[in-house]
């Protein structure tokens, strides 16, 4: 319920955003494809549209009738919903993308996200669709289809559908809600569900003071958050930042290759379950996997391409570096040269400039670390990167990381590079 009314509030506050909700509807119009795991279908046959309100689609995935279980991939565009209706032999929804609701008559709504499912006993009067602001699909599985009816009902009324949509949104300011809308994660919405009051501080702290003082751009404000969550293995908030990213157009390539260049930071163990999930989401949006490889070395090369790459960045401390290593130690630099920089840091999708950034959201994010976080803030400014970019990024990751590592990453800042008037 709270999530509900989080959308509708939402929805409510786009009005200062107008430009970007009006490309996003035009898009829809004009290429009205949602990514998912099954087939989108065709267009609802008239004989079924008549009970829906707003554009749907429907894809058969089960053939033989012998089975006696019918099963089709249900898609809804925002806004969408069919009209109250029951069945006589019940029904299960499992939902597979997107956000959408379920209620039944006398009950308050049901938020539904991917991997919710929906037992509809039979002869309950029901009706389930999209979210305003997302595309929706779900599996219809009919129960007992020898004997199962439909049998329809009024259409779902705009005032109905607002307000189970609608039923406890915490305050949002406009511009918190413009630029929720805009990452499109629906985290904030999500947290609403159970916590309005927690997703109303969270929602107006990221997406509004945050913002104001953080002045990058959308792609690498996705980036850093997504490299930053698995840092802190924080799950949420790297599956939000995924979908952030899909839902802005940011390629699947580079997505992969901000978890592989993660790799020699927090070590595989962290990365692998991050890449699990990342995969899952691509997956989910249709991406066929694996993507194209991006190594520019081979076994022979790395080392020598990987120590270039050093030196590029870094200059004269990787040789101090190597001549200060006592030789039961020097292995540990080769294996930055060769494994850190040449296996990973070569691979053309992310510029130099970028991977930068991702290491000091990663670093700031991991704690413990100032070691190396004023050696990368060093990095950052020799590839361009100035102070004011890496006090954006720590100023975004601060809602995520907390005060005591976003205020070490300053003092790492202010060390390094001291403010000219203080």
Request: aromatic fraction near 8%.
């Amino acid at each position: 319920m709270y999530r509900n009314r989080m959308i509708a509030a939402v929805l409510l506050l786009l009005w200062p955003c107008g430009i970007h909700a009006q490309t996003m509807e035009e898009t829809m119009k004009k290429e009205p494809v949602f990514m998912q795991m099954f087939p989108q279908g065709d267009p609802n046959p008239p004989a079924n549209a008549q009970y829906f309100t707003g554009r749907s689609w429907l894809a058969p995935l089960t053939r033989n009738a012998a089975l006696h279980c019918p099963i089709y991939n249900v898609t809804f565009e925002p806004g969408c919903r069919n009209n109250w209706h029951s069945h006589t032999g019940g029904q299960i929804l499992i939902v597979t993308a997107g956000r959408g609701y379920y209620q039944e008559q006398g009950q308050p709504a049901r938020a539904l996200a991917a991997g919710d499912v929906v037992e509809i006993a039979p002869d309950v009067v029901h009706w389930h669709g999209a979210a305003p602001d997302s595309w929706f699909s779900h599996l219809a599985v009919e129960c007992n289809p020898q004997t199962n009816r439909n049998t329809w009902l009024d259409p779902v009324t705009d005032e109905q559908y607002a307000a189970a949509t609608a039923a406890a949104a915490p305050e949002l300011s406009a511009a918190a809600a413009c630029n929720a809308a805009e990452w499109a994660s629906g985290e904030v919405e999500a947290l609403a569900a159970t916590d309005p009051e927690l997703a109303a501080v969270f929602g107006n702290f990221a997406f509004d003071d945050v913002r104001r003082h953080s002045d990058l751009d959308l792609r690498t404000r996705i980036l850093v958050t997504m490299a930053s969550a698995m840092a802190m293995q924080t799950g949420t908030v790297f599956e939000a930042a995924v979908r952030a990213a899909l839902a802005n157009g940011i390629e699947p390539v580079v997505l992969r290759e901000t978890v592989y260049h993660a790799v020699p930071y927090v070590g595989m163990a962290r990365a692998e379950e991050s890449l699990r999930m990342l995969n899952r989401l691509l997956a989910e949006a249709g991406v066929t996997l694996p993507l194209e490889p991006q190594s520019v070395t081979t076994p022979a090369d790395r080392a020598e391409k990987g120590l270039a790459l050093q030196k590029g960045i870094f200059g004269e401390q990787i040789d101090r570096m190597y001549a200060a290593s006592p030789k039961n130690q020097l292995h540990l630099q080769e294996f930055l040269s060769a494994n850190c920089f040449g296996d990973y840091q070569t691979r053309p999708a992310l510029d130099v400039c970028t991977r930068e950034l991702l290491t000091y959201a990663i670093l700031v994010s991991l704690g413990g670390c100032e070691a190396q976080v004023k050696g990368h803030i060093v990095g950052n400014v020799a590839v361009g990167n100035g102070k004011d970019v890496l006090l954006a990024v720590t100023t975004q990751l601060l809602p995520y990381i907390g005060y005591p590592r976003t205020l070490n990453a300053v003092a790492c800042l202010n060390e390094v590079l001291p403010e000219a008037n203080r």
